[in-house]
Structure formats: C-alpha cells, structure tokens
C-alpha cells in the first residue's frame, strides 16, 4: 500500500476517467498545486479496461446534450461546450493515443487496446505531477476548518478541496459500488434515487429468445409508460439466452428501469421492420402476394429478417411457413403483420449493476456550478463524471462526460484562491 500525504490543495477521490482527468487537467492548469489522486484499487482504471469490449470507445464525432439522459440538457451542454469532441481527440493525440472512427461516429483508440488508453492517461497524470495513490479505500470525507479531512483505511489526508470522481454503481467489482453517493449526501447533496443504465434485458416466457440466443439484428424498440410511447430507439439488437442485449435494448433499459422505479405502467415493443407501421407491413405482404402468390410465407419474411428470426417467429405465432402468398389468409397476415412492427417484449428485468455500463441517477445537476462543477452546497467540494445525474446513450458519451466534466472541474480548481 503506498503511503498517503498529510496534505494537498487537492484530494481528488476515484482515479477512474473524470478523475484521472480533473488530476490532469489540474495540473496543467496550475503546477504548483498539489494533487493527490486516491483510489481503493492496487491497479486503478478497472472500468477503462473493460469498456467497449476492452477496446474503450472514447468518444463519439458527434456529442451534444441531446445524447444524454436525466440531469438538465442546458447544464449538460455548457459542460460539453467547455471541452467538445475536438478537444478529447487533440488531448489524447497529445498524449499518444490516435482514434479511429466506426460505425454509429464511435472513435476508438488505433491500436484497439482500452490498455494503451488507461496506460497513457497514467503516464500522463505521472508527467504532470499528480500523485496517484492506490489501494487506499476513501471511507469519508468531511469539512474541516482548513477544508476538508479525507478519511481512508490507510490514514487521513487533509486537502482545500476535493474531487468526487467515483463513478455510481455499474460494474461494482470495478470499484464504482455506489459509495460516493453516501459521502455526497453525507455533506449536504440530494441523491436522485439510481437504478441501473445500458444493462441488458432479461425476458420471461413466452419468448423466442433461447432459440435465437447469438443472433444479432437491427431493430425499432418503442418503449411504452403509461400506455403511451415515451421514446423510439432503432440500432442492433443482439438475442441471448437470458433475453436481448446489444446497443438498442441497453439504451431502453434506462428508460424501462427508471419508469419502474417510478411505480409506473412499462413495457417495450419491439418492432422487427424498424421505420414501418402495421399498415406499411400489411400493405407490403399484399403487394407480394399479387406479385409472386407462389412464394412461401417462411421464405418471404427471411428476406426481410434474419431467417431464424422469420422461422422463429412464425412458429412462435402458430403459423405455417410453407403455406404460399396466395393462400395466406387475411386474420393470420394482418396478425403477422401486427407482430411484426409490436411484439410486445416480456421484459421482466434487467442484468443489474454488474452487467451495467453507466448508472443513472446520483448527484442532482441542480446543486453543481456548470461552469466549475463546484458543488452549490458545499463550496471547496466538485463532483465529476458518473457521480452526478447524467448517463449517455451508448456510444462513447458517457466518456466524453467523463472528459469534459474532468477539464472543467480541473480549470477551476486551478484557479481557485485557495490553490
């Protein structure tokens, strides 16, 4: 375990993302203040290794407050404007780490390694003269006359100011297991209750999710709260033996979990022709049978998706796949075609924390200076990255928050008097 300092200008709590890049940014800004970065990990960035498939998918090309969840989108925006896109290529860029773009304007590092992310960010954090010190769990923090005491299983800091950077409670084996939350509430902050975000959905009987585990396709998700539609999602989803996962149906877990959080009536649609409406659909498979009344019902719809999904979802309808257009009768089109655009998905929950990239919920946006991520009630306290009400979409978002939200606290701390 390494030792902890007596004293800082700033404890920073968590040396994840946002808190390796406060560190950073800190010390770029003022490299006269002293920074002591601490973590309960011997070897932290646990979350950075395994993002995006232990690729770590940075950024996005395109990030506005509009890809973001709960929280307040003006608040949101001013933060991502003080350090857009352009400046996390430029940083890493500079820091040795060149991004490549794929599909959906993801960028992901060249090498295709979240090591050579995490890695860099240490070097990084090193040369500009932030202390990182591992393997020193943070059990609380509290004000003091000269700012703050940081209370750890290995001894006491004192700091001015501090850092909360300790992400919410998605991946707790990471470390994010939700304790800096208490330590927010702890020193004045309201909590807005978390739930899990970007979690896969586990789904009940009767469902066609077994037979089709592994199969991965595009799809329209309509998530539904008080019998009305309250967001459409489309993008892949991916079929597995314990419901559906993929980028489509982690994005609506948010959606789904906060509304049940809420005590509300939820369920989710999936349709299988995203775009298309029932009378679109209907319309179609008359159109085909006028044309080719001797195709096969089966083969019809296996050119219009993946063809164990058409034989799986014809025998989950009760419907015979060799019977040819011409003899498809009305009831059984109109109610294939209604499955097709509304298959209500049994969704009975999600794969929780340890299976969730982001948490939603956490520090409530409206008590935090956007300009300095300052805490409104307790000045000399910033809170960074997933501890406060902000979660993106899937994508590279909640990365980019990270940054942005770092630099931001980090320009401020380096102007404090104090520091």
Known sequence: MSPLPESCDVAVV????????????????????????????????????????????????????????GGRPAVIRKVLRAFPVGDTIAFFREIGVSLHEEAGGKLFPDTNRARDVLDALLRENAAAGASLVPGHRVLDVERSDAGFRVATDGGELRAAAVVLATGGQSLPKSGSDGAGFGIAKRLGHTIVP??????????????????????????????????????????????????????????????????????????ITLNLRPGKQFDDVDAEWQQLASVNPRAAVQSTLASMVPASVAAATLQHLGLGGAVALAHF???????????????????????????AEATAGGVALTEIDPATMESRVCPGLYCVGEIVDVDGRIGGFNFQWAWSSGFVAGRALANRPAV
């Open 14 to 69: 968590g040396a994840g993302a946002a808190g390796l890049a406060t560190a950073i940014f800190i010390r770029r800004f003022s490299p006269t203040s002293s920074v002591v970065l601490v973590d309960s990990a011997r070897k932290p960035g646990a979350k950075i290794l395994v993002s995006g498939g232990s690729r770590c998918n940075v950024t996005n090309t395109v990030v506005t407050e509009r890809d973001f969840w």
């Open 194 to 267: 978390t739930t899990p975000a970007l979690a896969p959905l586990v789904l009940g009987e009767p469902s066609i999710h077994i037979a089709l585990s592994g199969v991965a396709h595009d799809v329209e998700l309509s998530v539904w709260v008080d019998a009305r539609i309250s967001v459409r999602l489309t993008g892949a989803l991916l079929w597995t033996h314990f419901g559906v996962s993929g980028p489509v149906a982690m994005n609506a877990s948010r959606h789904w979990l906060r509304a049940r959080l809420e005590r509300r009536d939820v369920s």
């Open 329 to 355: 009768g009305r009831d059984d089109r109109r109610r294939l075609s209604r499955a097709l655009v509304e298959w209500l998905l049994p969704v009975v929950d999600s794969r929780g924390y340890n299976f």
